[in-house]
């Protein structure tokens, strides 16, 4: 199946799945952190979906590919923030398993696109 726009891609639907994970773990966090790393893990999760959207709207392969390289490091960043959490003592009894689970997959499925993309 060809994707139409941006909402026909798997990737964007599960980014979609993994700031929803985020944001629900985020709010188990206490109130302190909420201008820390709550703000930050939600900021750069909802930054991989929005900028698969945005790259696909270009419609440009060129300006695909940049969005998808900047959903990529927003993903690693995510990944160094819920690494971070894990280790903090307030947050390192939390459920992160989904969270995990999702942001491994979309950030195998970018690193898939961006090896088929053209580089030119």
Do not use: C
């Not at 909402?7 to 985020?22: R, S, T």
């Not at 629900?24 to 929005?50: C, D, H, N």
């Amino acid at each position: 199946m060809i994707a139409h726009t941006y909402k026909d891609l798997v990737v964007w639907q599960k980014a979609i799945d993994l700031v929803l994970e985020v944001y629900s773990v985020t709010s188990q966090f206490p109130k302190e952190e909420l201008y820390g790393l709550t703000s930050q893990m939600r900021r750069a999760a909802v930054s991989i979906p929005s900028n698969i959207a945005e790259g696909k709207l270009r419609r440009s392969d060129k300006e695909f590919r940049q969005f998808l390289l900047i959903a990529f490091s927003s993903g690693g960043e995510l990944e160094t923030q819920v690494i971070l959490a894990k280790r903090l003592p307030k947050l390192k009894e939390l459920d992160y398993s989904q969270v995990d689970i999702l942001l491994l997959e979309v950030m195998k499925m970018l690193n898939k696109m961006l090896s088929l993309e053209p580089k030119a």
